[in-house]
């Protein structure tokens, strides 16, 4: 048993929830979102609430019960209050600006690199500080994390790009003897 999907999820006020076949759309102030769930757990909408229920006991219904409470839980709180993330530049020279759709950041290799920003996720510089924000926690969070992977934080300098309030482990170094 799921305790997580045992917990109704509250729509609120300025939200509604609608179910067509296996697709559930929730609407709010900040946008729409809509996304495809198996026919093995059972969706309910009544009164601003969602009720999830497996539809057959097993192992596998039970671990989709939870996770797709999840997911309807992040949808609903997405479209009421988007999603966030901050991501820190480090080093000398290292520096990014939005121009366009676009990315640019200088992360001193011998090109600059650019990176396509997706639809629905926003991209905000404030000096050495990326801030990503969007509805979808999911698209949030990837683009957020390959950003990151484009030059990850090392351990003896600490240059790179890291998340805000990350701790770096830091190396010593070699010693002179």
């Known amino acids: 048993m799921s305790r997580i999907g045992k917990k109704p999820i509250e729509l609120g006020e300025k939200t509604t929830a609608e179910l067509k076949g296996n697709v559930l759309t929730v609407t709010g102030p900040q946008g729409t979102l809509s996304r495809t769930f198996k026919s093995d757990i059972k969706i309910a909408i009544n009164d601003k609430v969602v009720t999830l229920e497996p539809v057959r006991s097993s192992l596998a219904n ?57 639809k629905g996720i926003k991209v905000v ?34 240059k790179g790009i890291m998340y805000e309030g990350e701790k770096i482990r830091r190396k010593q170094g070699k010693k002179t003897v």
């Open 125 to 158: 510089m404030e000096k050495n500080i990326i801030v990503i924000s969007g509805i979808n926690k999911e698209e949030v969070g990837q683009f957020t994390a390959y950003l990151r992977s484009l030059k990850k934080p090392e351990p003896y300098k600490g």
């Open 62 to 118: 039970n671990a989709l019960w939870g996770t797709y409470a999840s997911h309807i839980a992040n949808m609903v709180e997405g479209v009421n209050k988007p999603f966030g993330e901050r991501l820190v530049i480090e080093g000398i020279g290292y520096k990014a600006e939005v121009k366009g759709d676009k990315l640019v950041m200088g992360l001193g290799f011998s090109h600059l690199v650019n990176v396509e920003i997706p």
